[in-house]
């Protein structure tokens, strides 16, 4: 079946610092892959996605690139504010599923300290 | 604009005693709607989810059930709690249309059952 690993957390970094957080997975065929965040005290909100091999999302200072290859679609910030502070859910769903298809990852807590 | 409520935000209950969880949804006409549990340490794995009122579907045989008393209703409960309920619940919406892959998440319900 489908999964997600993510690495594992908590993360904590000085504001300004370059993160990275990993996730890999495991699908048949070309899954769509997306990054949720989740700030203190609201819920989840997509933050990017990518829907085919080498494609790149972005948002808010945010990448990762879908690479086919390692099955991977790590998360990076070339530098972290505070406000960045939150959980990180890398997902996955499959070719032409739908949303209750998605497969989450356990999340990866990020603290920012200024 | 759409919202999503979902309430309370925490809850400690006793085992044996029943649960009752409360989702709302504003703003939108016939959402899918998704109840969601994080275990410790664990991703997201979807409970139920329904496509419209009274309809509903189980992804995982468990001591919960879930109604849709309303469109924009959707109550998670329990006769009788575990300890192995205790988790994050989160309710979710998305619209109306099997490919679309963006969810909606409300801000969480953290249950401890002791």
């Known amino acids: 079946g489908n999964s997600v690993t993510q690495m594992e957390g908590p993360v904590t970094l000085s504001e300004e610092a370059f993160l990275t957080i990993n996730c890999t997975y495991t699908a048949t065929g070309y899954p769509s892959l997306f990054w949720y965040v989740q700030y203190p005290g609201e819920g989840l909100q997509l933050l990017l996605k990518a829907t085919k091999a080498d494609d790149k999302g972005s948002n808010k200072g945010f990448e990762a690139t879908y690479r086919k290859e390692t099955t991977s679609f790590h998360l990076e910030k070339g530098s972290v504010q505070v406000s960045d502070s939150a959980v990180y859910f890398c997902?996955?769903?499959?070719?032409?599923?739908?949303?209750?298809?998605?497969?989450f990852g356990s999340g990866t807590q990020l603290t920012v300290l200024p | 604009s759409q919202t999503i409520h979902q309430w309370p935000a925490t809850l400690v209950q006793p085992v044996g005693s029943p649960l009752s969880l409360e989702c709302t949804v504003e703003?939108?006409?016939?959402?899918?709607l998704y109840w969601y549990r994080q275990a410790a340490g664990r991703g997201l794995q979807l409970l139920f989810y329904?496509?419209?009122?009274?309809?509903i579907s189980s992804e995982v045989p468990q001591n919960l059930s879930a109604s849709r008393p309303q469109d924009r209703q959707f109550i998670l409960s329990s006769k009788k709690l575990l300890l192995s309920d205790s988790g994050f619940y989160l309710c979710?919406?998305?619209?109306?249309?099997?490919?679309?892959?963006?969810?909606?998440f409300g801000s969480g319900t953290q249950l401890s059952v002791l």
């Open positions: 997902a996955l769903r499959p070719p032409r599923g739908s949303a209750r298809q998605l497969t």
């Open positions: 703003g939108t006409s016939n959402p899918n």
């Open positions: 329904s496509v419209g009122i009274g309809q």
């Open positions: 979710a919406w998305s619209t109306a249309s099997s490919t679309n892959e963006k969810l909606f």
